[in-house]
């Protein structure tokens, strides 16, 4: 167990003086030509980029926002895959005195307007043609909007709009100004003081349309140290940034903590690429949404279905050896010596071939948040070696506010409150936070702002309780839980990330409030399932019509009868059907963060909702879908609902 | 070899007088004149059996032609074989991909390149100095204009053979713009490719005839009438081996022996618009 407050190699102290900017500037101007503060992996080889680089990057960016009339308290809006541009641009804009704001890089061009509108933004920095397109297609509607400034050259030769503007020009403006006043980049800095607003953050919002969180230089500061109090990284530590910048998870990362230890941040070729990149790289510290981690189990469930007859028995051995000494671990029992014997011969023989395959051979510490995840992910994990821990967090606290310690890991809690932070819950069982990260409030949105802040506590809208040890364990939303059959409270959540184990299903949306019985509506995985059927010489052309053979029907109730094990009867799934289509978050359907919408769904899949809970035996589904570039196809499905018999 | 720089944009780069194949009796190409200038994006379109690939086999050699005159870059190439005639700059890709299957992706690019390659077999087996250096070089040029191009990062160090079909035509595309031709014949480049595949092959197509650095001429043959009419600068149409026309694509459309030829059959030639 790591000893708690060990202070970091470089502690800081923050004070209300203290900006992300000054601190920036700090550790730039201290790491110099020496460190390398980022890598980017271009034309097949890592390139690096010193903290001297950085510095300089982020210096004629700002200046030459300045120069196109940047002014205190102005937005900024960043759009495009994580790569050290983006990133420059953020810290440009905070050392400009601007306030940044992110937006996901996938978008829909009525969320980019609705967010390019709503927080007033006056420059948009997009990465290429995708982003440059999408801006140039709101522009007229969103008029405080001045410039758009891109910067991968890739299409960009017919554009002429005068008000596009590349990166590098820019920057070229930005050294211009400097050589009329040199000091201005340094007055800039020194004037930030850590109360004002930083970052502009819009909340994926599984139920309206997203609101905007202020959150401070201080909050995004103390956040970071404290998080890095309980599991500090070096500065020689590599940390791979892949996962959205309008992630507030991925801020935390790269923004919060990264400049104040001073760990190398990577940044993969190309989204695509990422898996073999963090493998490339080996990071020490890993921090990702449940799905990552669903995708890996996946993966490896799935390879091991096609491994020869030896290697499946091998992993068989270790993965038996690992889950019992997980098991010990988990309950805080010594590990006998044989067993420490045979986890190092499982080590050796499996675990480390496969950590290493997953990127995860020299990782310390492996975080996960943002959702749910299943306690049987979380197990298989631990039962491969790796230190996996729960996170609780979320935007309006500027990240994270509980975490498992190490060696203090409960796979159904989040685990202990960081330094700084107070936890407790309310009568009717809703979690609060108080701390220095608790967010100033929402943009534009007084009547929010007033039932999330109150007295300093912030009303997170979930439920949950502190168990015996003091863990937190967070149940699920409020508006989400059921109540049973039997009138007990019921997490839908929980239901649905044990359905999500099985490597054959990719989504689950379990229905049953109020209801005489719980019912669930998958979506199968298409790739692990095609294979499936390609093994069994199933033919079929589509998703649609994979989705309804009545042996993948059979197969899906395997996986739910596997589910249901061990649970109370009135929490068991007695019917399911199969959904013509994935759930996709251009649909609206999941958030961008893929957390389910629930209300959304209910209401777009009310004939199924209630074709589960009717006589039939088949729902029919007459509907018109939108794909990304606006044209519609018509669906004409049965969808067959199936009960799960014991 | 005439430099390529010596004909500007605009001239006639590859033309084609009075080309005669036949096989046996079977006349393929009767009389086919042809002349693509430089920069221009030349379409030929025709029903299937027309003699559109035949004429491509002709330009790159893989056929002799009976009677006529092959001219490139101002000189006559009838006589050369393919491999001379890709020394001059001319490359292609074919109706159904001829890649190296059990080759990496990379691999298959690298050896489009092969042609650069100045060093021989002892030095580069040595492998100090001077080729090492031309390795870099044109893993630069490989990696940077090519694989960057075509967006097939993710897919570098993967068996071609495993690879769904629409990226293996763009493994071959890239392996054709490795040479860094002057003229690119594209033989169906969208032939079973799905929507999005088909947006991103001509996207890639109008870049390398467009962007600075590559500046490509494009003799594309085609069924998409869609992607023929937004793409070409000038369509060449073929039926049973003689010309029917050879102009810009609105006067292709309207010309009535062209839609009586070909374009009527809506059913089969279909766009994907």
Redesign the interface.
Known sequence: MQPENRTAPNKIEITQELTIPKLFYRQAKRYGKDRVAMREKE???WRPITWHDYLENVKYIALGLISLGLEEGDKVSMIGDNRPEGLWAEMATLCARGIGVWLFQDCLIDEVRYIIDHSDTKFLFGEGQEEVDKAISIFNECPKLKKIIWDDP??M??YDEDYLISLKEVQKLGRELEKENPDLFEELINKGSGEEVALLFYTSGTTALPKGALLSHNNMLTMGQHLMQVDPCKDSDDYVSYLPFAWIGEQMMSISCGIQMGYTLNFP??P??AQ?NIREIGPHVMFAPPRMYEQMTRTVQVKYLDASWIKRKFYEFSTYVGYKVANLKFDKKPVPWYWRFLEWLASITVQKKLKDHLGLSRVRNAYTGGAAMGPDHFRFFHALGVNLKQIYGQTEVAGISVVHRSGDIKFDTVGHPIPGTEVKIAEDGEILTRSPSVFLGYYKNPEATESTLQDGWLYSGDKGFLDDDGHLVVFDRTKDVFTLKDGKPFAPQYLETRLKFSPYIKDSWVIGDKKDYISAVLCIDYSVVGKWADEKKLNYTSYQELSQMPEIYDLVEKQIREANKDLPDAAKVVKFTNLYKELDADDDELTRTRKLRRAFVEKRYEDIVNGLYSENDTVHVDTTIKYEDGREAHIKTDMQIRTVKD | MVASHAIKEGDILLELDDIHMSFGKVAALAGVSLKVRKGEIHSVIGPNGAGKTVMMNCINGLYRPQQGSITYKGERINDLKPYERAALGMSRTFQKVEVFGGMTVLDNIRLGRHIHLKSGITSGSIYIGKTAKEEVEHRKFIEEEIIDLLEIQHIRSKPTGMLPYGLQKRVELGRALALKPDLLILDEPLAGLNLEEVEDMARFILDVNEEKRWQVTCLLVEHDMGVVMDLSDRVFVLNFGNMIMDGTPEEVQNNPEVIKAYLGEEELYATRK
């Open positions: 034309f097949g080889i890739k299409g030769r017919n070729e190309e695509e690429t073999e």
